[in-house]
């Protein structure tokens, strides 16, 4: 049942790090190259940034979750797993299902952050 958990439990604090330095980052660039922007529509902007900052190291750790979950038998060995899909799709194979994941985070970091900003 717990097959392929451990990969997104290792990459979340890695993922957290990058979304939320990326969103600081990005509010204050943003804050600093446009002064006259509001700051909702900037926590908005930067939440959309940071999401898709996320996704270099998001979408290798959600596939290999996925190939974790879909074995049958044993346990799945990452470096293995990786090396095959480097082998057989090349390095770009790492990042299949890329455009279904920004479409799911960038606009829901983006909500996220904008909202935060509007209820704080």
């Known amino acids: 049942m717990y ?3 451990f990969q997104p439990l290792w ?3 890695s993922i957290h ?3 939320f330095a990326g969103a600081e980052t990005t509010n204050y660039n943003l804050n600093k190259y446009f002064p006259g922007l509001e700051r909702v529509p900037s926590a908005f902007a930067s939440g959309a940034i940071a999401g898709a900052y ?3 190291i998001l979408v290798p750790i959600d596939l290999m979750k996925v190939r974790g979950q879909i074995m049958k038998e044993g346990k ?3 470096r ?3 090396r095959i899909i480097i082998k057989e799709q090349g390095f770009f194979g790492l990042y299949r299902g890329f455009f279904a994941s920004a479409a799911r985070d960038i606009p ?3 909500t996220y952050f904008g909202m935060y900003e509007i209820f704080k």
Do not use: M
């Open 76 to 78: 799945i060995s990452y």
């Open 80 to 82: 293995k797993e990786i």
């Open 17 to 19: 790090v990058i979304t």
């Open 54 to 56: 996320t996704l270099a």
């Open 3 to 5: 097959k392929g958990v």
């Open 11 to 13: 990459g979340a604090t």
């Open 108 to 110: 829901g970091w983006s």
